[in-house]
Each structure stands twice: as C-alpha cells, then as structure tokens.
C-alpha cells in the first residue's frame, strides 16, 4: 500500500489543521492506521492510530483531548484533526499502515508499522 499525507501548513497558535492520509494499491479496512510526528532534532513520535474498523483509537500523551484520527475505508483515507496547536506541534507528521487484519487492533509503536507516507509539514506559529 502507498501512501500519501496532506493538509499540512502553517498556522498560529490555538488553531486547527485537519491531515489527510490517501492509501493507494490496497484497500485499508485491513490496516490499522497511524500518525507520527518529527521535530528538528527529535526522534519520530506517537500521535494517534485507528484500529481497521475504526472503533478502537489511541493517542499520544500530548495529543490526547487535542487531536482526533478517524478513517473512511470507502474512500481509504485517514484523518488527523488537530486542535489548540501549539508551537510545539510544529513537525513533519506521517501516516503509517501495518496490515493486521483484526478490527479492534490499533499501533502505539513505530517499528510496528511496514508501510509509511511522505509527510506534511506542519508549522504553528506562536
């Protein structure tokens, strides 16, 4: 499965961005889905993943009550809504995917995932 982010900008502080992850070559209902994000200087962190069917999700400590992912399997997209950014959400984020056929099971860990996108950059201004 490919995979492409988007959505990605600038924006100041206490706004929103909504990211968008298209997956081409392999219908996602299958995969469960992440986002990960990459400052200058940082390692690549945790920011959400959906289970396959969508009705398991989990974020990252920071993220929690900010941030929400949701999918589309029909249109085999996924979505990262990010609200209140602050200066410390600027990064490159990624959608990743790991094909594990169970509904309910959703990735915390980076090394889990087998196919990862380009990422979109997100810069928040303070």
């Known amino acids: 499965v490919q995979l492409q982010a988007s959505g990605g900008g600038l924006v100041q502080a206490g706004g929103s961005l909504r990211l968008s992850c298209v997956a081409s070559?392999?219908?996602?209902?299958?995969?469960?889905m992440g986002w990960f994000r990459q400052a200058p200087g940082k390692e690549r962190e945790f920011v959400a993943a959906?289970?396959?069917?969508?009705?398991?999700?989990t974020y990252g400590i920071s993220m929690k009550g900010r941030f929400t992912i949701a999918r589309d399997n029909a249109k085999n997209t996924v979505y990262l809504q990010m609200n209140s950014l602050n200066a410390e959400d600027t990064a490159v984020y990624y959608c990743?995917?790991?094909?594990?056929?169970?509904?309910?099971?959703?990735?915390?860990?980076?090394?889990?995932?087998?196919?990862w996108g380009r990422g979109t950059q997100v810069t928040v201004s303070s």
């Open positions: 959906a289970s396959p069917s969508g009705s398991y999700t």
């Open positions: 070559g392999d219908t996602i209902s299958n995969y469960a």
């Open positions: 990743a995917a790991d094909l594990v056929g169970q509904p309910m099971v959703a990735r915390r860990v980076l090394g889990e995932y087998d196919y």
